[in-house]
């Protein structure tokens, strides 16, 4: 299917930045839902502190290219000045009980299932079916209703823009308020591993801080690559609707425009497939029990609807949307870790240590999700 040079090399840059982001988050274990997993623990919870670098280094860098006027932050559809914070949390909430329950986010499953994790199969046809069916299938009706309770129509839809409002100049609205929360994003992310726990590891920051660039570097590619007659909307990484779409292209690609989400998600899984190659962590995985599989897909099923809710999911919101300082993005965010922690407890309440869980036993890409 022929393409316009200019789309062409939008599909490209999607493919590398994707290919990117699953090498990094492969050799570096990136996963939020594994960093809450760890602190519900009571363990050191490295992956949360790689978590928190990524989403400083994003901030940092999206909101100086805000100030230098490379991008508009402002106008990214993430940027939202009218929502429903009803939907937006429910999805939130939805969307962190299935992440815990398949013990991978979107972007994690695409990461393992590149690794020969055919479980995490499972969980993105349920995610892909879920969010296609939220966003023009039989769940559409439920998702407007949803969005009809809790409407807000706010003043300005990013914290710059308030900050300006209030009479802050523009050379310190966005790069001081980016600065003023990365502070203590970088002193937790960073901080000196304390004697004895053994959690200091510079592999999975140096991932981090490079999934925070990709981050903040897609902005700059859907801002300044494409049709400029029909520019793509100023958006990010994020995982939910692309998977959906790249699922749909699959089946119906005659007669339709293939575009940047699924250009991501396969670059994604090229990316992360290398990398299980070139560290010797791939190798075929399936299920131990039905409980497996009926987590797996369940978990799959609420990240879809939940994710197509939120307008995003941990990458697409906690990273992207965060890094834009966009209003919307904290109901969402707060919802993903207050119901990933609330399946997390119900787990560790319902097997203590020391029984056995019927999730799944430890395996090779237990050593890496």
Known sequence: MPFEPSITTLLWAGFVLGAAFGASARVGRFCLQR???????????????????????????????????????????????RFSWVAVLVGGLLFGAGMALARACGARSLVLLAGGNLRSLVTLLCLGLAAQATLTGVLAPVRQWLQGWGGVALAQATLPQQLRAWGLPDPVAAPGAAALLALPLLIYALRPARAGRGDSNAVPLLCAAIIGVLVATAWVVTAHLGDPFEPVPLTSLSYVGPVAEGLLFLQLAVG??????????????????????????????????????????????????????????????????????????????????????????????????????PRRAPSCNDAIS
């Open 35 to 81: 960093g809450l997993r760890e602190a519900a623990a009571g363990g050191p919870a490295p992956a949360l502190r790689a978590f928190a670098l990524a989403l400083a280094v994003a901030l940092l860098i999206s909101q100086v290219l805000a100030w230098s006027g490379l991008v508009a932050l402002d106008g990214a559809p993430v940027a939202r000045a």
């Open 256 to 357: 339709r425009d293939a575009s940047l989400g699924p250009a991501i998600v396969a670059g994604t899984l090229a990316g992360a497939g290398v990398a299980a190659l070139l560290t010797h962590t791939a190798r075929w995985e399936g299920f131990e029990s039905p409980a497996q599989l009926a987590t797996s897909a369940i978990g799959g099923l609420l990240m879809g609807f939940g994710g197509v809710l939120a307008v995003g999911c941990t990458i697409g919101q906690g990273l992207a949307g965060l890094s834009a300082l966009a209003w919307a993005s904290v109901p969402a965010c707060a919802g993903i870790v207050a119901g990933a922690w609330a399946v997390l407890c119900l787990q560790a309440h319902s097997f203590p240590s020391g029984s056995r869980s």
